[in-house]
């Protein structure tokens, strides 16, 4: 019998327990999470609204109801909780799937002034993640910037331009519900600093900020003509050039007069935030324009847009992880088709798959062979990582360390009680948005 152990329960964590039962009848794993809930960003990343997503937890759920997969949530690794030493002397291998755990930041002045965030705070507010604080985020807010232009920067937009009616069916926390329904942000810019055709946004997610009630979406067709690709779209990919041709409808599209207006900016660049009154009060952008090079340049000429909530969605970064390498060029942890390289040489029974394995790229699907990649070096290991003696279970000695896991039944409660908490609310599902919610829940106590 080989014990592994996998850091984390999201779709790379998921797929390498799958990948690794599925290819050795002789494997039993055990999916380890700080948090007491499974599925990590399906869970506490995928927009409320997107249902048909965040269904793929019931695809993760029938990984993690295997026979011989273990789910132990509430696991802390690293400070504070059960070193990577002494992971590595329970199991006979540990793969580490923790994702990136940090948002890039601009490095501009007025970044950190009251109501400038990263989108991933603000996701995390409205996903009800236990982390999450309630920042008082849409406080006197009429309008808010959205610097960046890729699908999570899409889905926060999104998400403060929907209605009560549209938000209740949702899993979102109630106090985020009511909070976002009560907005009186009227005006959402997103801006990109690059043309339209370079864009990260998917078509589909594009597509659905036009058929959002009492919502314009407003493009400059003036501000669109300035991107090569979006003049002359027949070089693009399909994905660029369809994500041209919606924009190009709306650029056609009079304003219908919507109580909300979305406004789609690009070749802006931001250079600083003003502050009003102590609090972030509107943000300068240089006005950008094509190199010869497929990038920007710089204009000299500026450009100010009123924002008293600023959220940036301009990418995530991987952090170091106690007791292993780490590349602080490329935020992974250095590795060779997953297997963990200390100084160059393969670290035995090391591994990595998901962002930390290759970096912040790809779409949720694209864990699966990057996760299969990662079991097959393990198992191709197996033979010489199955001579070292490990415990029978580790349990034990992971409560002698100070943890508390909460196993499959206690997530079953949580479960339940989001349920029941929904139910009186007449909703469905509501999301328990704190720890201690949540610990209770799954103690099996009533809330």
């Not at 500026?302 to 008293?308: A, N």
């Not at 952090?319 to 390289?341: A, I, K, Y």
């Not at 100084?343 to 996760?371: D, H, L, M, S």
């Not at 929904?422 to 106590?445: E, F, I, N, T």
């Amino acid at each position: 019998m080989l014990r592994v152990a996998v850091v984390g329960s999201g779709p790379s964590g998921c797929y390498t327990a799958q990948s690794l039962v599925q290819l050795d009848s002789e494997v039993h794993v055990d999916v380890l999470d700080r948090l007491p809930c499974p599925y990590g960003l399906v869970r506490y990343g995928v927009a409320p609204d997107h249902e048909k997503i965040k269904s793929l937890q019931n695809n993760l759920r029938a990984i993690l109801e295997h026979e011989r997969v273990r789910f132990l949530g509430g696991v802390q690794i690293g400070p504070g909780g059960v070193t990577a030493g002494r992971l590595r002397e329970l199991y006979h291998a540990v793969v580490y799937c923790v994702g990136a755990a940090t948002d890039r930041h601009l490095g501009i002045p007025g970044e950190d002034l009251p109501g400038s965030w990263s989108a991933t705070q603000f996701v995390s507010w409205y996903s009800a993640h236990p982390d999450a604080v309630d920042a008082g985020f849409l406080r006197d807010a009429r309008s808010a910037v959205v610097i960046g232009v890729g699908n999570v920067a899409v889905d926060v937009s999104r998400m403060l331009a929907r209605g009560l009616a549209e938000l209740t069916p949702t899993d979102m926390p109630q106090a985020a519900l009511t909070t976002l329904a009560d907005s009186r942000v009227t005006e959402i810019h997103m801006v990109g600093r690059r043309g339209p055709s370079q864009a990260r946004f998917t078509t589909k997610e594009l597509r659905e900020l036009g058929t959002l009630p009492e919502t314009d979406v407003v493009v400059d067709p003036a501000e669109l003509a300035l991107d090569p690709g979006y003049t002359d779209p027949s070089a693009l990919p399909a994905p660029q050039r369809r994500n041209v041709e919606v924009l190009r409808g709306w650029a056609g599209t009079p304003p219908k007069g919507a109580p909300r207006r979305i406004h789609l900016r690009f070749f802006l660049r931001p250079a600083e935030l003003h502050a009003e009154r102590g609090h972030v009060g509107a943000v300068r952008f240089e006005r950008t324009a094509p190199d010869d090079r497929g990038g920007v340049r710089g204009t000299g000429r500026h450009e100010v847009i009123e924002g008293q909530l600023v959220l940036r969605s301009v990418g995530y970064r991987g952090v170091p992880l106690e007791g292993l390498p780490f590349d602080p060029v490329t935020g992974t942890v250095p590795n060779l088709s997953g297997r963990v390289l200390r100084e160059g040489a393969v670290a035995p029974g090391e591994y990595v798959a998901g962002w930390i394995k290759r970096g912040p790229t790809g779409v949720i699907g694209t864990n699966r062979p990057c996760a299969k990649e990662t079991a097959t070096s393990l198992l191709e290991d197996a033979p010489g990582l199955a001579l070292r003696a490990v415990p029978g279970d580790p349990l034990p000695a992971l409560r002698a360390a100070g943890t508390d896991p909460v196993q499959w039944p206690g997530w079953q409660s949580i479960e339940r009680a989001e349920a029941e908490l929904g139910a009186s609310l007449g909703r469905g599902v509501v999301k328990l948005p704190d720890w201690p919610s949540l610990l209770k829940a799954a103690a099996g106590k009533a809330p």
